[in-house]
Antibody
Framework: QVQLQESGPGLVKPSETLSLTCTVS????????WSWIRQPAGKGLEWIGR???????NYNPSLKSRVTMSVDTSKNQFSLKLSSVTAADTAVYYC????????WGQGTTVTVSS | DIQMTQSPSSLSASVGDRVTITCRAS??????LGWYQQKPGKAPKRLIY???SLQSGVPSRFSGSGSGTEFTLTISSLQPEDFATYYC?????????FGQGTKVEIK
């Protein structure tokens, strides 16, 4: 059974870059799309973007100028970088499989604060 | 962007009640829609895909219907473990967009 686990710093300073990694276990990362989603406290879900194992990406236009996604098939991992963060980027960040998001990680809380 | 409008935003219901949640898309999305359940402090869990297909392991009291711009999630007999927030997601076009959520509370 495929499982996803997000990892990365829980605290990021304003104007710096948020970096998260999602590790896929129990199955291969290959031949799937992989998504990132975030959820500010008490609010709804926002799709950040997705990456295919070839490296092809689609980003939400609202974040596109600040988002970079990458994949490392040798480690069964994919990553998210969000640059120039502000307090508005404080949220729980989730990784999920595909655009249909049938499998989710447990989420990791990222706080942007000095 | 395709806007997904869920209604109601919240509802109160009793165990055993039939509950219906609606999601309307701002333009046609065929059946490219999923429904997700989220409990406090937990990741969302997919219940329905392709608008009406039940995810493996999900109780049969959950069902989905619709196509085009109007979709419904129905819980035929609400159980205590069903009190949660429900979201729809369209994956027809980018950016993928979620509805704003429907919180199902205990009456």
């Amino acid at each position: 059974q495929v499982q996803l686990q997000e990892s990365g710093p829980g605290l990021v300073k304003p104007s710096e870059t948020l970096s998260l990694t999602c590790t896929v276990s129990g199955g291969s990362i290959s031949s799937y799309y992989w998504s990132w989603i975030r959820q500010p406290a008490g609010k709804g879900l926002e799709w950040i973007g997705r990456i295919y194992t070839s490296g092809s990406t689609n980003y939400n236009p609202s974040l596109k100028s600040r988002v970079t996604m990458s994949v490392d098939t040798s480690k069964n991992q994919f990553s998210l970088k969000l640059s120039s963060v502000t307090a508005a980027d404080t949220a729980v960040y989730y990784c999920a499989r595909g655009s249909l998001m049938d499998v989710w990680g447990q989420g990791t809380t990222v706080t942007v604060s000095s | 962007d395709i806007q997904m409008t869920q209604s109601p935003s919240s509802l109160s219901a009793s165990v055993g009640d039939r509950v219906t949640i609606t999601c309307r898309a701002s333009q046609g999305i065929r059946n490219d829609l999923g429904w997700y359940q989220q409990k406090p402090g937990k990741a969302p869990k997919r219940l329905i895909y392709a608008a009406s297909s039940l995810q493996s392991g999900v109780p049969s009291r959950f069902s989905g219907s619709g196509s085009g711009t109007e979709f419904t999630l129905t819980i035929s007999s609400l159980q205590p473990e069903d009190f949660a927030t429900y979201y729809c997601l369209q994956h027809n076009s980018y950016p993928l967009t979620f509805g704003q959520g429907t919180k199902v509370e205990i009456k």
